[in-house]
């Protein structure tokens, strides 16, 4: 009979300690993430309670590998602590709290690239009570001040999508993003017109570079266009922005008219005067030839610009200049007058010996 009563004790203990199990409740709080820069200190809180106090407690702290699998770096429980060897860690944590508190927080010195995985704090109690929180160490590196440079050679309106400039930015983690920009607005349109290459690189030391070519089919008005990269790049709790100079583009467009004008002297041309002309198109393609020419003949010269010394009134006629694009092979031309008057001498001299007015002598002037 006494027994009997004992067996049954001991199955009515079991099940107490059965449904103690059962109800025993852990539960553990940790933040989403913690964000720090690169060679900075981390601290990562698991805050826990537990229904059946804090006696017993057991304390582990895990770190999830690159292949998924969970490698611990601390435990804890009421006979001691230990700072497991041969992880990452071993060198760089400290742990800081107390169970009383409810508030274990493990620090990280010196934080790297590779520290960017997820740790998981485990609690258990004596019930079998179970609880784990997981916080992801976000790390981060600014980036080298971003650089930009645009072609060297001038594009011609008769070229397809040509390229404009490359920028590149160095040296940052995570990624940063490069968005080109022409005079304060962000450049977009279809395909054919414009595209953006990007090309990236994960540098020896684990940083990340990125670079990104832009290539649009310019227009005249784009001569005076400026174009500028913007660089956005995370930092512990945001994002931030940074700007590359500003770089303009020569854009070589064709000419559709043509001027030619007396340079010198201005006013009234005179006998034995020396006169310049000039002539000067509306385009600005290096490939233009120009020719000057007296369309009376003898006075030739390819150039912009046409020098007569000692003039008569012989050079006196209309002045062609022709202005070939030797990539079309296609000419315009324009014309200027030049008239060249009798000495101020010989038409003094002329109006004192006729006594009439001079404006009226046009034939052979006096000497």
Known sequence: M????????????????????????????????????????ASITCIFTSSEGADGIMIQWFYVTQTGEKQRIFYQDPTGTVVDEGTPFTDRISV?????????VVTISNVQLADKVEFICLINDLTGGTGEGRTKLNVFVRPDFPTIEGVQTGISLNEGPSKI??????????WPNITWYRNNAPLRGALDVLKVVTSTTVESSGLLSVKSELIMKVMKEDKDDLFYCEVNYFVPGGLRMTETPHINITVYYPSTAVSVWVESPKGNIKEGDSIELQCRNNGNKPSSIFTISHEAGGNTVESNVLVLDNVTRLNSGVYQCASMDMDTYEEISGNTTVFVNCKESALIRYVTIINTVYQQYDCTCLV
Request: with cysteine; glycine share 12%.
């Open 165 to 174: 400039g490359t920028c590149e930015v160095k040296n940052g983690f995570p």
């Open 96 to 104: 800081n709290g107390t169970v009383a508190t409810g508030a274990i």
């Open 2 to 41: 006494a027994a009997r009563n004992t067996a049954f004790l001991l199955v009515g203990l079991l099940a107490l300690l059965h449904t103690w199990g059962v109800t025993a409740h852990v539960e553990v709080n940790m933040e989403d993430r913690v964000e720090v820069f690169r060679g900075e200190t």
